[in-house]
């Protein structure tokens, strides 16, 4: 079993950084493909970023490429999304999710572990 505790989300102005962490429990985070969702009220719940055990492949959804990095220190439990370039269609609440699949995916019925989510909110 893991449980995944999101932390860094806030209120930021249009072109500021947040830096996203998930601490999870469990001696089995560092198997796990982990990945970033996001979710607004009424919204589908969008893939964002995911990264494989080891760290060494990541993949993101085209409206972050190249402004967030997703990546993990399986030392620490943890996995981060750094978020640069913020705009105000980012607005959302952002989970971090567990996938028993090494190399995680970006379908969320994949992940058995998810946590509650940490709200980021960028104003224009």
């Known amino acids: 079993q893991v449980q995944l505790v999101e932390s860094g989300g806030g209120l930021v102005q249009a072109g500021d950084s947040l830096r996203l962490s998930c601490a999870a429990s469990?001696?089995?985070?560092?198997?796990?493909?982990m990945a970033w969702f996001r979710q607004a009220p009424g919204k589908e719940r969008e893939f964002v970023a995911v990264i494989n055990w080891r760290g060494s492949v990541t993949s993101y959804t085209a409206s972050v490429k190249g402004r967030f990095t997703i990546s993990r220190d399986n030392a620490k439990n943890t996995v981060y999304l750094q978020m640069n370039s913020l705009k105000p269609e980012d607005t959302d609440v952002y989970h971090c999710a567990g996938s028993r699949n090494d190399m995680g995916s970006s379908t969320q019925d994949d992940y058995p572990y998810w946590g509650q989510g940490t709200q980021v909110t960028v104003s224009s």
């Open positions: 469990g001696r089995t985070f560092s198997s796990y493909g």
